[in-house]
T-cell receptor, first 114, second 117 residues
Framework: LAKTTQPISMDSYEGQEVNITCSHNNIATNDYITWYQQFPSQGPRFIIQGYKTKVTNEVASLFIPADRKSSTLSLPRVSLSDTAVYYCLVGDYVSSGSARQLTFGSGTQLTVLP | EAGVAQSPRYKIIEKRQSVAFWCNPISGHATLYWYQQILGQGPKLLIQFQNNGVVDDSQLPKDRFSAERLKGVDSTLKIQPAKLEDSAVYLC???????????????FGEGSRLTVL
């Protein structure tokens, strides 16, 4: 079970790029890295997923170094509405029906200031 | 596309009473998860279903919690008897299996907030 470690909180200003790093030192070969966003009184929402190198979608980029022991979520030009808790999740999605132990850590509270 | 539906949204009970939460996942999603989220903490996995079979219930307090997923669609999570420390949001999530592989993208419902007095 790959445990994740993230900063508890981060502050940023509108329009800046925000990078949130997650450590997962004992990540397994079949594990993928997924990031979620959660607003108060809502369930987490999928942001991005990757296995290695770099993945980009319309809202974020995910950077994963060669050793895969960490990953960085990059949010370009954040706005006030990006204020939320961000979770890094590591799990094996390769085998259908396998126990994935998809447990969230404490997450990072991102606060975007005007 | 309809999302994951959960009910009730809010429930207040006294300790030692029982409560049940219902979840309807996204149509076609074979994998269903129940999570418990205590205020200020990340979601904690309680149980994972694949269709109507239990894949992982290692973190489910089986002396008081039970869950079932009949016919591989809807699921119910029950707590009996409830304790004060069960006060939390109970989140249901589902994910799609395609080509023998789970996409790994969990879709969450809005959750059911339980308060135990």
């Amino acid at each position: 079970l790959a445990k994740t470690t993230q900063p508890i909180s981060m502050d940023s200003y509108e329009g800046q790029e925000v990078n949130i790093t997650c450590s997962h030192n004992n990540i397994a070969t079949n594990d993928y890295i997924t990031w979620y966003q959660q607003f108060p009184s809502q369930g987490p929402r999928f942001i991005i997923q990757g296995y290695k190198t770099k993945v980009t979608n319309e809202v974020a980029s995910l950077f994963i170094p060669a050793d895969r022991k960490s990953s960085t979520l990059s949010l370009p030009r954040v706005s006030l509405s990006d204020t939320a808790v961000y979770y890094c999740l590591v799990g094996d999605y390769v085998s259908s029906g396998s126990a994935r132990q998809l447990t969230f850590g404490s997450g990072t509270q991102l606060t975007v200031l005007p | 596309e309809a999302g994951v539906a959960q009910s009730p949204r809010y429930k207040i009970i006294e300790k030692r009473q029982s409560v049940a939460f219902w979840c309807n996942p996204i149509s076609g999603h074979a994998t269903l998860y129940w999570y418990q989220q205590i205020l200020g903490q990340g979601p904690k996995l309680l149980i994972q279903f694949q269709n109507n079979g239990v894949v992982d219930d290692s973190q489910l307090p089986k002396d008081r919690f039970s869950a079932e997923r009949l016919k591989g669609v809807d699921s119910t999570l029950k707590i009996q008897p409830a304790k004060l420390e069960d006060s939390a949001v109970y989140l249901c999530a589902s994910s799609l299996v395609a080509g023998g592989r789970d996409t790994g993208e969990l879709f969450f419902g809005e959750g059911s907030r339980l308060t135990v007095l």
